[in-house]
């Protein structure tokens, strides 16, 4: 399974999320541009010494990250969706897709995915930090795939 962010804003962001593939056995898969500096320091820090436990492919955009899909399924996680990631029936090798934090994804990359899921919320509140929200879903899917680490 993977982990892909569309066009991540935040080094902070990043860098959790590659910690959390690394403890979970997720590759993660960057489209770029990034909204910050790859040598950011921040994305260091925050994944610590985790990044050699990680394996982080960086894309040019979206379609040379397309071009890399071998046909594996595309989830995006997104608040327009009706489909609650708790119902959705997850595959060992789906790559869930996640947007940047101010805007998403465009309407191009959201026609190009198979399957599009919410993450249930409160009524009244607008979103989860991007790396929460990676938690959540990767956690639900590895458990739904018997791929949970020991």
């Known amino acids: 399974m993977r982990i892909a962010l569309f066009e991540p804003e935040i080094a902070g962001n990043v860098g959790n999320v590659m910690r959390l593939g690394a403890c979970m056995g997720a590759g993660v ?15 260091r820090r925050a994944a610590m010494d985790y990044i050699e436990y990680v394996d982080v492919v960086r894309h040019a955009d979206f379609d040379a990250f397309l071009q890399t899909r071998a046909g594996r399924r595309l989830v995006l996680f997104t608040t327009r969706a ?57 956690g639900e899917a590895l458990r739904q795939t018997g791929s949970l680490p020991d």
Do not use: C
């Open 29 to 43: 898969d960057l489209i770029e541009p990034l909204g910050f500096e790859w040598d950011d320091r921040r994305v």
């Open 82 to 138: 009706t489909q609650s990631s708790y119902e959705f029936d997850y595959r060992h090798d789906d790559i869930l897709l996640f947007g940047k934090e101010s805007a998403g994804v465009t309407d191009a990359v959201r026609a190009a995915v198979d399957a599009s899921v919410r993450l249930p919320m409160r009524a009244g509140v607008r979103s989860l930090n991007l790396a929460t929200s990676a938690g959540i879903a990767l």
